[in-house]
Every structure is written in C-alpha cells, then in structure tokens.
C-alpha cells in the first residue's frame, strides 16, 4: 500500500469548513484513497473512499487531484463533534487486500 | 447498518491473567475481522487477520500464543489475551469486512477494549 503524508494537527472555527490534505505521490493505478476518523477513545469510523473521481457523501467530500498525488477531505460546516484523529489511507480495494495501516493522520481540532 | 460491537468495553485484570474480548458483526457477515492495538498517543497498528474458519494470520511481531484469536462464526471473533503483564494493557480494537457487498471493502470498526493489566 502506498504510504501518506498528512499534517499532524490543524485547528477548524466552529461552522466553518475543514479542508484536510493528503499526499500520495506513490499511489498506483488501482489504489483507492480511503479517509477515516477516530474520536478520542473510540474505534476508528469510515468516511468516505475514492479512486479519481471527486465523492460525496452525507459526512463529506472528498477532492482527488487529477494526477492523483494527493487529495483533500471537506467537512463543509465543522462542529465540535468533528474534533478527531483523521486518517488517510490509501490502498487496493479488492478481495485479499484488506489491511488497513495507519499513520499518525491529522488531529483536527474544531473550536467554539 | 454495519455494526460491530465489542464486548468488555473496559476491562481490569491481574497480572498473569487470561482475558477474553469478543467482537460481533450485528448485521452482517465478517468473513474477514482484523484486530489492533493501540497505545496511549499512537496510531493503530494491525495485530493479526481472521478469517472464519481458518487460522488467523498474525502480524510480524505479535505473539500467536499470547494473543489467541477465533474466528468460529460469521459474526463474532474473540481476542484471548493469555497471561496478561502490564505491557500488555493497551485499546484493543477489531475491525470486519462485510463479506456480502462485493467491491466494497470498507472496515468497520468496534468502539474498542480498553485493558488495564495490573
């Protein structure tokens, strides 16, 4: 699985949007980008997960590069329960490739 | 829909111990769970993969014999951990595959184990 780059922490006024970016200069052709959160002391929840086309769902959206090197998570209006470990991953979306390895991500922290 | 749930969700043990934690797919069949550990300030790192059925695949580094693991039905796995030391305490975590929605490989997580070895 190709390896990410992501900010350790960033900081989201109340209401406003959170954009979070993710490197992904080695990516292959058959890679997805998947994004997960974890809030402090639970399990990790899914996001949302994309190839090359933009994805949106009812959490957020995610914004794929057209070279595909790196990609950005949108929380449109952050609020307080939006305060979590977020994580980029990225990896084969078939049957036998089912590992998830996690990096550090990116400690979003949404204030009042 | 895709639940999973683990049971204890917090558990306090004497060191030289066994504890057992049980993972549950509620809603749908886990051909495939995974389980982490994570400690204090630290990402998730992967312990072993299990399949129904078969015997799990534990990662590099993670003692078989210490950390059992079964995989007995399409909705539950359980985590043994055998002879606990204080090291051992950490957040452990499963994950499992919805083996019905092919093309789909998204995990689901469960709200996680947190033991505390004494």
């Known amino acids: 699985d190709a390896k990410t780059t992501q900010p350790p922490s960033m900081d989201c006024a109340e209401g406003r949007a959170a954009n979070l970016p993710c490197n992904h200069s080695?990516?292959?052709?058959?890679?997805?980008v998947y994004w997960y959160r974890q809030i402090h002391s639970q399990g990790p929840q899914y996001i949302i997960h994309?190839?090359?086309n933009n994805e949106t769902n009812e959490m957020a959206s995610l914004i794929i590069t057209e070279d595909r090197k790196s990609s950005t998570l949108i929380l449109p209006h952050a609020t307080l329960r939006d305060t979590a470990v977020y994580y980029c991953i990225v990896r084969l979306s078939q049957t036998g490739a089912n590992n998830l390895f996690f990096g550090t991500g990116t400690r979003l922290t949404v204030i009042p | 829909g895709a639940v999973v749930s683990q049971h204890p969700s917090w558990v306090i043990c004497k060191s030289g111990t066994s504890v057992k934690i049980e993972c549950r797919s509620l809603d749908f069949q886990a051909t495939t769970m995974f389980w982490y550990r994570q400690f204090p300030k630290q990402s998730l790192m992967l312990m072993a993969t299990s399949n129904e059925g078969s015997k799990a695949t534990y990662e590099q580094g993670v003692e078989k014999d210490k950390f059992l693991i079964n995989h007995a039905s399409l909705t539950l796995s359980t985590l043994t951990v055998t002879s606990a030391h204080p090291e051992d305490s950490s957040f452990y975590i499963c994950s499992a595959r919805d083996g019905g929605r092919p093309g789909h490989n998204e995990q689901f997580f469960g709200p996680g184990t947190r033991l505390t070895v004494l």
């Open positions: 994309g190839l090359k």
């Open positions: 080695t990516i292959s052709g058959n890679e997805y």
